[in-house]
């Protein structure tokens, strides 16, 4: 599948995350736009993002000069300080810019952020903790990745129950709703399978569904 290429990216908050973000966007060859308040932290990726400014995210004129407006995606990371956020958030918003997506420190930042219009809202820290709780507290989940409230991607171990079974005896799709996308045998994988493949026991099933319909799949079809 052809990967959408994000021409220019704003980072606002060149901190812990923000600064990580630049690093790696910059790796991605995807022209980034930075701004924090610190000085020293803009020096610090002065030549790793494309543009950096030294500035107050909180005031309009200051987004509107450095040229936020044109960008496909702002992300807002100001870590602790949630006033700025959820201003600078505002701000971007009320300005125009199409996608924004905010770091968000806590639960109660999370629900201003989606009463204000954010396009997305990241909490890496309660996602990491999620994923790690999810892991330790199955012997058959691998990994989860959250697409959205209701919608994962997860990575399950297949178990003697399925052994030897092709995709079409189980009809996971019609008996649980949940789709399997891939499964990886040892180092190769298989994206799309057929309905004639066969699963054998330690195969790692990808799957896509609604979290309901994983979690049956996950305790009476596996
Ligand atoms: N190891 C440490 O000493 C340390 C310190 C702070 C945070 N943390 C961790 O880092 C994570 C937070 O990362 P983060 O990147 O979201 O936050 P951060 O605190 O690392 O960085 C926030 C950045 O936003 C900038 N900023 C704040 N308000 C601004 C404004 N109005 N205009 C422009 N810039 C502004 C600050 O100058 C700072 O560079 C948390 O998990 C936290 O626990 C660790």
Known sequence: MAKHKLKQVGLIGLGNFGGSLCQEFAELGTEVLAMDRDADRV????SIATHCFVGDSTDEMTLREIGVRNLDLVIVSLG????????TTLVLKEIGVEKVWVKAQSKYHRL???????????HPEKDIARRIAH?????????????SKDFSIVELVATSKVDGKSLL?????????????????????QVSPAAEEVIEKN???IMIGNNKDLNRFEEKGL
């Open 43 to 46: 020096d610090d990726y002065a």
């Open 80 to 87: 602790d300080d949630i006033q700025s956020s959820v201003l």
């Open 135 to 147: 892991r330790v507290t199955s012997d058959k989940l691998l990994d989860h990745i959250e697409l």
């Open 169 to 189: 005896e189980l009809d996971v799709r019609a008996k649980y709703g949940c789709t399997i996308i891939g499964i990886m045998k040892g180092e190769d994988i």
């Open 203 to 205: 195969d790692v099933l």
């Open 112 to 122: 201003v952020l989606e009463k204000i219009g954010a396009d997305r809202i990241i």
